[in-house]
């Protein structure tokens, strides 16, 4: 996954500094390159501090985008290239707006994922299309017939398509990815190469891999220290931006 002018690049990664991810950054990062990635998107829930470790870690050829997943009342967003996290709970236009402040991306994970916090449960995501920068048609860890109705989804509003992980476990990371030409080091450079026609690669996570995903909540959970995610009630690290645990 090499040359010619191209970007390999997954939009959608965790590290432990997600509340259902033991993954180290520095691992992530070096997986990453070892796998021909040239851009990586770490997105973990409401935290950044995982992603600036990865990206101080990540070696040559390597680029690390400093990302988010944010949850919103309407269901989940990515934000990319932010440098503050953006909190929960907020509606999905106020989310996009703060994302905007910051110059940031933003784009919609999983719309039609019965089992996460997706946007595609309400019918008013149509009025986000205008609003946002792309829509994941293939997510590695998504079942069913949702990665087919993000797709229709894409194409029925003009929305450009990807290819992510969204890799919980360290075997996870780029196995799906999207092939970008230009540069998508830069916002400027991703909304580019996002309007130039993506080529999606996809790839499917192991059953194996997902089953580590309720394992990594225990995990947290007996580490924590009480903050709460609201997603599950679990406690998480109690400074958004602080050290890992």
């Known amino acids: 996954m090499t040359g010619g002018g191209r970007a390999f690049v997954d939009l959608h990664c965790h590290t432990r500094a997600s509340f259902d991810s033991l993954s180290s950054p520095a691992a992530v990062a070096r997986l990453a390159a070892e796998r021909g990635l040239t851009h990586l998107a770490i997105t973990d829930h409401h935290r950044l501090d995982g992603a600036l470790e990865a990206r101080a870690a990540a070696p040559p050829g390597l680029t690390v985008i400093v990302g988010e997943e944010i949850r919103t009342r309407a269901g989940d967003l990515i934000a990319l290239f932010v440098e503050r996290p953006v909190p929960p709970g907020l509606s999905a236009v106020e989310a996009i707006e703060a994302v905007r402040e910051q ?43 949702g990665n087919e109705r993000a797709a229709e989804f894409g194409l029925q509003n003009g929305l450009p398509r990807v290819a992510v992980s969204d890799a919980h476990t360290l075997v996870e990371v780029g196995v799906a990815y999207t092939i970008l030409a230009g540069d998508p080091s830069t916002a400027a450079g991703l909304l580019g190469a996002l309007a130039a026609a993506p080529e999606i690669v996809p790839g499917r996570a192991s059953y194996v891999a997902r089953l580590v995903t309720p394992v990594a909540k225990v995990v947290q959970r007996m580490r924590g220290n009480g903050r ?18």
Do not use: Q
């Open 103 to 145: 110059g940031g991306l933003v784009g919609i994970p999983h719309p039609y994922d019965r089992f996460r916090g997706s946007l595609g449960r309400d019918a008013a995501i149509a009025s986000l299309a205008p609003l946002v920068d792309w829509v994941e048609g293939h997510n590695a860890r998504l079942v069913g017939r």
């Open 228 to 245: 709460v995610h609201p997603d599950d009630g679990l406690p998480r690290a109690a400074a958004d931006t602080g050290t890992d645990r």
